[in-house]
């Protein structure tokens, strides 16, 4: 997995403590943080939907990869979207409320 960029995502911290979770987020093979941040802006709208729904679109419209363990994501939302963003832009927005972030 050399040169690949790995975010994982996490709970916000709660008085002090946060906890890593299994969500991997990388972008493709070769790519590296300043890439994936720097990732083609592209006109993205999404409704409000369940936030794995929400996580596929992001990595079909910036063909990037992002595994999910379902227990994590199940029963969250993504607010909807419609903006001009980064892919990383994207994640961050589709995670709003969901006490999940990249990190």
Sequence with gaps: M???NIRKLRAKPLVGMASTLAIV?????GATQEAMANSEIKMLTLEEAPLGE???A???SYNVNIIADDALITG??????SDE????GAL???LAGSNLVAS
Excluded at 76 to 81: E, L, V
Excluded at 85 to 88: C, G, L, P, Q
């Design 25 to 29: 987020a990388f972008s493709p093979m």
């Design 58 to 60: 992001i990595t079909t």
């Design 54 to 56: 929400a996580l596929f």
């Design 85 to 88: 963003v980064s892919a990383e």
């Design 76 to 81: 969250k939302m993504s607010p909807a979207i």
């Design 92 to 94: 961050e927005q589709v």
């Design 2 to 4: 050399a040169g690949m």
